[in-house]
């Protein structure tokens, strides 16, 4: 749907995709668009989106913070911290 939106759309995400690139080593997103065609199902070689690891999801969320920030301002409870 964003790609048939188009325009600031694709922008948009393209800024989130690089935020969330940002804040955990690499560049595991991609973009929604690609050499001018939607990307549908955005993989990896092992055919896996967005793979990242427990601190990696966690320093999104977190906005890049190492123990609260961005969703969760005040941090979060339970065992994965």
Do not use: C, H, W
């Not at 749907?1 to 804040?23: C, E, H, P, W």
């Not at 991609?30 to 601190?55: C, F, H, K």
């Amino acid at each position: 749907m964003l790609y048939q939106i188009g325009g600031a759309a694709i922008t948009n995400a393209q800024k989130i995709s690089d935020f969330r690139d940002s804040v955990v080593a690499g560049d595991t997103d991609q973009r929604i668009e690609n050499a001018g065609a939607a990307n549908l199902v955005p993989t990896d070689e092992r055919g896996l989106t967005y793979s990242r690891d427990t601190a990696e999801v966690i320093k999104v969320v977190y906005f890049g913070g190492a123990t609260s920030g961005g969703f969760y301002p005040s941090g979060m409870n339970g065992v994965i911290k």
